[in-house]
């Protein structure tokens, strides 16, 4: 039991360092995700955890054709990680007794407490606990205990899924809810995050039109209007910060905001190259190392270099997709697979499903490694809730063909 929550721990506090390393994500949720793993009774996986099993087979592959180098084992254990910490997510949640709505609500206060601290009181709390921590002034907002404002509101929006996932019933789901949505626009103010999440409202909005539900359409007619008349009325006193000059930035101009500002194209170049770079060597692998090569070319033929405006040496991709389609090919569809196929099984009788899926796809197109123990505990959450539906659905058949 204490192996669980002390996996548990790590998963959702995946930057907290024991021994100093020189990377963001911290492998301990990894190692006791793997020591869960070895020492569950039944190694027997289910489809989606064989899926993800043969995306970790072909990663070692890969491996032996690519450069030996530290890039290289990095993304050879992003790929491993997202099979082993999955399948003990899996194991974990199995057990009912080791994770619990109580649980989890401690950890989104320790994240709001480090968020409100750091807001009001001492920039730099809790810099000692991760390897690096974003402590400049200005228009950025707080990292909490995350390296920068961007990862802090991912993991909010990582643990607004998990809520929604194993929590939706409880009194409190609401409240854990608004909470987290506080610490992405007030405390986190992550630009990317917050332009994205609009945009994933609205696709959903326009899902839920097609429904022809008469309060999902006040829904959306609501949300309209807020985006509609409020962001514009509010825009000119939010142009202090980060998210307010890019949001005006975009209105002005939307052709010109992908190459206007350094962190957006950055975003940009390793989410839409990669994936080009998939569909142009027809979904085979590029192997590891070759990403910063391949820029190169597309830089240097002049076919998207306007579109490469901050163009930096980095072979590291910083995009989940990214780098799994561009490194490991066609056998990358299988993850995306999983994903929305074990949405649609949840979404069934929740139809926000389908927004929670959507950002979760955006999440795995930002810079957020699949070393990062959160990314795999998720991914082993949505096998769990789908595969736990589908049981219960097929002993309810079976009830129903006996009586």
């Known amino acids: 039991m204490a192996l669980k929550y002390i996996f548990l721990f790590f998963c959702f506090f995946p930057y907290i360092q024991i021994v ?3 990377t963001d994500s911290q492998p301990y949720g990894l190692i006791f995700g793997g020591l869960i793993v070895f020492l569950n009774k039944s190694w027997k996986l289910n489809k989606d955890l064989f899926m993800l099993f043969l995306i970790a087979i072909t990663s070692i592959f890969i491996f032996f054709f690519s450069p030996f180098d530290f890039n290289s084992i990095r993304s050879l254990v992003n790929y491993i990680s997202i099979f082993i910490i999955a399948w003990a997510t899996y194991i974990v949640l199995s057990d009912r007794e080791s994770f619990s709505f109580n649980l989890f609500k401690k950890c989104v206060y320790v994240w709001l407490v480090f968020g409100l601290v750091q807001q009001f009181v ?98 959306v007619i609501i949300v309209t209007a807020i985006m509609v008349i409020i962001v514009p009325i509010l825009l000119p006193y939010i142009t202090q910060y980060r998210v307010g000059k890019l949001l005006s930035l975009f209105i002005e101009n939307p052709a010109l905001f992908i190459t206007s500002d350094d962190s957006v194209n950055e975003r940009f170049t390793h989410a839409f190259f990669p994936i080009h770079g998939f569909c142009t060597n027809y979904g085979l692998p590029h192997f590891y190392g070759n990403f910063q090569e391949y820029l190169n070319t597309i830089y240097n033929s002049g076919e998207f270099s306007e579109y490469i405006s901050f163009f930096r040496n980095n072979s590291r991709i910083m995009s989940g997709f990214g780098s799994i ?36 796809l955006i999440v795995l197109l930002n810079a957020m490694p699949f070393s990062n123990s959160l990314i795999g505990f998720v991914i082993g959450n949505i096998i769990y809730c789908s595969d736990k539906i589908l049981i219960k659905k097929h002993l309810s058949c079976n009830v129903t063909t006996h009586i």
């Open 20 to 22: 100093p390393l020189s």
């Open 325 to 360: 389609f561009f490194e490991l090919g066609f056998i990358a569809i299988l993850l995306v697979y999983i994903i929305i196929h074990d949405f649609i099984i949840i979404g069934r009788k929740r139809q926000s499903s389908f927004l929670f899926c959507l950002m979760f």
């Open 122 to 219: 001492y920039r730099p709390f809790g810099s000692f606990l991760i390897s690096r921590l974003w402590v400049g002034y200005g228009d950025r907002g707080m990292s909490a205990l995350a390296p920068e404002p961007t990862f802090y509101a991912i993991i909010c929006v990582l643990f607004s899924i998990i809520c929604f996932l194993n929590f939706s019933n409880e009194k409190e789901y609401k409240r854990i809810q608004i909470l987290l949505l506080i610490q992405i626009v007030l405390l986190s103010r992550s630009a990317t995050i917050i332009m994205f999440g609009g945009f994933a409202i609205m696709v959903y909005c326009i899902f839920i039109l097609m429904r022809r539900n008469l309060a999902s359409f006040m829904s």
